[in-house]
């Protein structure tokens, strides 16, 4: 019986990227994906009208357009998304990021030997051996090697990155909703790394490439560090920390409208 898999392509700000996002998806690709839900968090410019139009354009392609009922940061949008597979009876919902950072090619091989059939969730990894980054800074993957060591400290396991912007879920294991009180920020998959040793679910990393080139970062480096520090000083004394409120604003329901469909 074929998987049923829900592509989720969360999306901000992207005008100029989403439309390359949404030009990965070749036959290669939707043969493996049921569906795909672009997940607008509130954009400013015009990425509700670029993937709208091209909705128009691609009848044939199974593709949904949602936005948010409030910004609820990328975090937020994840929370939607992982709802919506539950929902609407998905096995499996994987993540590709709207700003055309990744290669969901990458994935083929795990889609097409469906490796993530024996795990919790595959995490697509920019600082594996095998990986590949195009004009990513020596500073930044310093940085991200610095985080992933520290991390694997302190859940005693390899970490190869911890939030690349390519993975793959079992809905399964996200029934509980475990995640819900986690940050609605860039933060979510950070703890997402510390909720998987914490809830004992079996995790991959997967060998990704990844490049910049005209995306805009939304990352403050040094407000991030403190946090993450300041979270992993605590998890490392008190696990149980993870079920706790790391949100900034209490939302009770993760909404969004559904402003365009293609039945595909």
Not at 107 to 124: E, Q, S
Not at 149 to 165: E, P, Q, T, W
Request: glycine share 6%; net charge neutral.
């Amino acid at each position: 019986m074929k998987d049923r898999i829900l592509l989720f392509i969360p999306a901000y700000n992207c005008e100029k990227q989403i439309i390359r996002v949404l030009g990965q998806l070749d036959r290669d690709i939707m043969k493996y994906i049921t569906e795909v839900i672009v997940v607008n968090n509130q954009s400013t410019d015009s990425t509700q009208e670029v993937v709208k139009a091209f909705i128009e354009r691609h009848g044939d392609l199974p593709v949904t357009l949602l936005r948010n009922r409030e910004n609820y940061g990328l975090g937020g949008s994840h929370k939607v998304a992982f709802q919506y597979a539950a929902k609407n009876g998905f096995d499996y919902v994987m993540v590709l990021h709207g700003d055309d950072q990744g290669n969901i090619a990458d994935f083929i091989p795990v889609l097409r030997h469906r490796t993530y059939r024996k795990h919790d969730a595959v995490l697509g990894a920019r600082f594996m051996r095998q990986s590949r980054l195009k004009g990513y800074s020596a500073l930044r993957t310093f940085g991200n090697v610095i985080y992933d060591f520290l991390f694997a400290f302190v859940i005693r396991k390899k970490i190869y990155d911890l939030g690349s912007g390519l993975n793959i879920y079992s809905v399964k294991s996200l029934e509980s909703g475990y995640y819900m009180k986690f940050p609605d920020n860039l933060m979510f998959n950070y703890v997402m790394i510390l909720a998987s040793e914490y809830y004992a679910q079996d995790i991959c990393f997967y060998p990704i490439s990844w490049r910049e080139d005209d995306q805009v970062s939304n990352v403050k480096l040094f407000d991030q560090a403190k946090w993450v520090l300041k979270m992993l000083f605590a998890y490392y004394h008190d696990p149980s920390v993870i079920t706790g409120e790391y949100r900034q604003k209490q939302i009770d329901a993760y909404e969004a409208d559904i402003i365009a469909r293609a039945d595909g």
